[in-house]
């Protein structure tokens, strides 16, 4: 499969409907250590996910019955943003650990929503359910040539800003957006998957060499908490023998709580996950190795300002 070729499509047919979002480095991290971060949670609807909704949606023939999507939240708000944008019916369902958060976002798009009990794998379950009812088009939340190549956009668009790293570390749920990475860049980087001790999907696949369902808890599980890796994620990892990082939930929250600090990002747990590879000491990089971090996603479970 020429994965830069639908990523260059991708980046195309989405360039008109999502943000270019920033970068910057920073000293500020680790002692006499530079680190390039992107900041994607200033994407439309505080994630990623809206890459890989759009070019999902203007890649097909949406049938009348609209879209249906299942999700942790984020893929959720996305697909319904990206419906409302091109007038296009959407349901989506959730599961209750996505938070107030998520769901009040996803409600504001005017989208149907319905919140099942349990974690993201019984909202796929419904979703399928809905779209074998009405004929209404399934958007995968990570494991789909067009989700994939939609998240892949933004690797490109780092690129075309010029990032320095030899190596980038991604925060990892079902691995749509380390796939789309790994996708775009071919080994040309080195990609650094990290996940939580409590909801560590590809970690898992990595060492069964297959996906397997695992259990999922933990302060970034409404995010990064799928049950089983993609099988595009796993694929692209084992031919790229991609590194695992598992972190404990007290270092993703000291990391949430350094954004905050020293940059006045106020992000979710998961969009913390890959930065605390590095405070942690999980992750220490080599002499002069040049390190990026990705900064995914800005909904935590509860509102502040609420």
């Known amino acids: 499969m020429n994965w830069q070729m639908l990523i260059e499509d991708a980046a195309n047919r989405i360039e008109p409907y999502i943000v270019k979002t920033p970068t910057f480095s920073t000293k500020d991290i680790i002692k006499n250590q530079s680190i390039e971060l992107k900041f994607e949670h200033l994407q439309h609807t505080g994630s990623f996910k809206p890459r890989g909704a759009f070019n999902s949606l203007l890649s097909a023939d949406?049938?009348?019955?609209?879209?249906?999507?299942?999700s942790g939240g984020n893929h959720g708000a996305a697909v319904a943003y990206a419906a409302t944008k091109?007038?296009?019916?959407?349901?989506?369902?959730?599961?209750?650990?996505?938070?107030?958060?998520?769901?009040?976002?996803?409600?504001?798009?005017?989208?149907?929503?319905?919140?099942?009990?349990?974690?993201?794998?019984?909202?796929?379950?419904?979703?399928?359910?809905?779209?074998?009812?009405t004929g209404a088009m399934q958007v995968h939340a990570f494991d789909s040539v067009e989700t994939t190549s939609g998240q892949g956009t933004l690797m490109r668009e780092w690129e075309k800003q010029g990032l320095k790293a030899d190596t980038i570390l991604i925060a990892v749920g079902g691995g749509g957006l380390i796939a789309g990475a790994m996708a775009w860049l071919q080994g040309t980087r080195k990609v650094i998957a990290v996940e939580p001790e409590q909801s560590c999907a590809l970690h898992s696949a990595m060492k069964s060499n297959q996906p397997v369902d695992?259990?999922?808890?933990?302060?970034?599980?409404?995010?990064?908490?799928?049950?089983?890796?993609?099988?595009?994620?796993?694929?692209?990892?084992?031919a790229q023998q991609i590194k695992t990082l598992l972190l404990k939930d007290s270092d993703i929250a000291f990391a949430q709580k350094l954004l905050w600090n020293k940059f006045?990002?106020?992000?979710?747990?998961?969009?913390?996950?890959?930065?605390?590879?590095?405070?942690s000491g999980t992750y220490i990089p080599e002499k002069d190795e040049k390190i990026a971090i990705l900064v995914c996603g800005a909904n935590p479970p509860l509102n502040p300002f609420d």
């Open 214 to 238: 695992v259990t999922v808890s933990g302060i970034a599980s409404n995010a990064l908490g799928a049950k089983k890796a993609g099988n595009i994620c796993f694929e692209l990892a084992k």
């Open 62 to 70: 949406v049938p009348k019955a609209g879209v249906v999507a299942a």
């Open 86 to 133: 091109l007038n296009l019916p959407a349901h989506i369902f959730v599961p209750k650990i996505a938070g107030k958060t998520k769901i009040d976002l996803i409600k504001a798009t005017g989208a149907q929503l319905t919140v099942v009990e349990g974690a993201y794998a019984n909202a796929l379950i419904a979703a399928e359910n809905f779209e074998e009812e």
């Open 264 to 279: 006045r990002q106020f992000v979710e747990p998961a969009a913390s996950t890959a930065l605390a590879a590095v405070t």
